[in-house]
C-alpha cells in the first residue's frame, strides 16, 4: 500500500505527538511504503536518519492557517498526490485543509466543539462564543468536505461525533503514551535538587485556555494558607507563554523546564511525584497513560472525558475551584497508601489502552480498508 501521512497543517499540541508515535510505529509495517508530509511541530522531534528506504519526507510550514491560506494548502498537497498517486491518505488530527482524491483517513481533536458543557466555555464572553461558533462552522465544513472516514480516541466522542457531522464512519482507536515510556532512559536531571519534603506535580503541556493552567497559582496560594509550602508544580511551556500567565511572583514553587521532546518526558516524569491536571475539555489527554505507566498518582478535574479515562486511578476535583483541587493535593500528600492504591489501580487501567504498535496497526488497518474500496470503485466505473 502507498500511504501519505499528513502532518503538513500540524504545528503545536498533542496531535502532534500522536502524528509522531504513528510515523515511528509504521516502521514496523514494511511493506507499505510511506510518504509523510512533515509540518512544523512534527518537523521539531523528528529524526529522518532513523527511518528505512521506504520512508519518503517531504517538508511544509504553512504559518498559522487562516480561511485564505486554505486555498494554498489545498493547491500545494494536491500538486504532491498527483505526483505521489497514494492508495490513502491519514492525518492523524484534522482538518487537513485538503480535499484529495484518495480516500483520506482523519482523525478528530477538537473537543470544545463537541463538549458544551465545559466549564470553559461557559467562562467565554458573547463575542469569544461568536468566534469560536465561526471557527467551529469553518472547521466542521472542512471535516465534511475532505474526510472520509473520522478516527476518534474514546466511544464518548465516537457518539458526539456521530451526532456534530451527521456521519457513520467514525472509528475508535484508543490514545495511549509514546513507545519511548516502554524503554524509557534517564537523562540528566532539568530540575534543581529537592528541598526537604519537596512534593513535585507535573503538567506536560502547551498552552491553550481550556488547559486552565491559570489555576495553579490560585492552587499554590491556598495550599501555602493550609502551611504546605514544600509543593512545586513543574511546567513545559514556551517562556513567553510562562511569563504573560505566572509572572515572576511565585516563589520558585513553579518551575518552568520549557518544552520537552517526546524522548525526555519519561525522565522528567521521573524527577516528579505525580500529575496535576486542570484541563477543562479533551478528546483525550496521553498524560493520564503516561503518569500510570510511570507510576504517578493522577489528581485532576472531575469530569466526564477524565472519568471515562482514568476510572478509578485518579483523584477529582471540581473544576475552577482552588479549594477543591488543594483538598484533592492534600489528601494525597497525607495519605501514602491512597499514593500506592492510585498507582495501582493507574498500572491496571493502562492496559486497556492500545500499545503504539496495536494503534499503528488499527490505522493501518482501516486505511486498507478504505484503500481497498476506493479500488473497486474505480474498477466499476470502467
Known amino acids: 500500500m502507498k500511504l501519505v501521512i499528513n502532518t503538513a497543517h500540524q504545528r ?15 516502521r514496523r509495517f514494511p511493506e507499505n ?14 529524526d529522518e536518519t532513523d527511518f528505512p528506504a521506504n520512508f519518503h519526507f517531504q517538508h511544509f510550514d504553512f504559518g498559522v492557517i487562516n480561511l485564505q491560506k486554505t486555498f494554498t494548502i489545498n493547491r500545494m ?21 485538503f480535499h484529495s482524491h484518495a480516500p483520506q483517513i482523519m482523525g478528530y481533536n477538537l473537543p470544545l466543539y463537541i463538549y458544551p458543557e465545559s466549564p470553559h466555555i461557559r467562562s467565554l464572553s458573547f463575542h469569544q462564543r461568536l468566534r469560536m461558533a465561526l471557527k467551529k462552522r ?8 475532505d474526510a472520509h472516514a473520522f478516527v476518534v480516541q474514546t466511544e ?60 495553579i497559582p490560585a492552587v499554590l496560594q491556598e495550599l501555602q494558607r493550609r502551611g504546605l509550602k514544600q509543593i512545586k508544580f513543574v511546567l513545559t511551556l514556551q517562556s513567553k507563554d510562562f511569563e504573560a500567565v505566572f509572572g515572576s511572583d511565585h516563589n520558585g514553587q513553579l518551575i518552568n ?12 516524569y521521573a ?16 498524560s493520564y497513560p503516561e ?24 483523584l477529582y476535583f471540581e473544576p475552577k475551584n482552588e479549594k477543591a483541587a488543594a483538598d484533592a493535593i492534600e489528601h494525597l500528600l497525607e495519605n501514602t497508601l491512597l499514593q500506592k492504591e492510585l498507582i495501582s489501580k493507574g498500572k491496571f487501567e493502562v492496559k486497556r489502552f492500545d500499545t503504539p504498535e496495536q494503534r499503528a496497526e488499527k490505522y493501518l488497518k482501516l486505511c486498507e480498508k478504505y484503500a481497498g474500496v476506493s479500488k473497486n470503485l474505480k474498477r466499476a466505473k470502467r
Open 12 to 26: 503545536i499540541g498533542g496531535a502532534v505527538q500522536v502524528a509522531l508515535s504513528f510515523i515511528e510505529e509504521c
Open 33 to 46: 511504503e510511506y510518504y509523510v508530509w512533515v509540518g512544523p511541530g512534527v518537523r521539531k522531534a523528528l
Open 77 to 97: 498537497l494536491r500538486e504532491k498526490e498527483e505526483a505521489i498517486k497514494p492508495d490513502c491518505i491519514i492525518a492523524t488530527s484534522g482538518p487537513s485543509y
Open 138 to 145: 469553518m472547521h466542521f465544513y472542512f471535516f465534511k468536505r
Open 156 to 215: 464518548d466522542v465516537n457518539q458526539r461525533i456521530r451526532r456534530a457531522l451527521g456521519r457513520k464512519e467514525v472509528f475508535t482507536v484508543s490514545n495511549t503514551h509514546n513507545a519511548y515510556y516502554n524503554n524509557w532512559k534517564k537523562l540528566p536531571p532539568k530540575l534543581p535538587p529537592r528541598s526537604v519534603d519537596e512534593f513535585r506535580f507535573i503538567t506536560i503541556s502547551s498552552y491553550y485556555k481550556h488547559k486552565n493552567l491559570e489555576l
Open 257 to 268: 523546564v520549557g518544552p520537552v521532546q517526546p524522548a525526555e518526558c519519561p525522565s522528567l
Open 271 to 286: 524527577e516528579c511525584d505525580a500529575l496535576f491536571l486542570p484541563t477543562l475539555a479533551e478528546c483525550f489527554s496521553a
Open 291 to 314: 503518569a500510570m505507566t510511570m507510576e504517578k498518582p493522577i489528581v485532576t478535574t472531575d469530569l466526564g472525558f477524565a472519568r471515562s479515562i482514568c476510572e478509578d486511578a485518579a
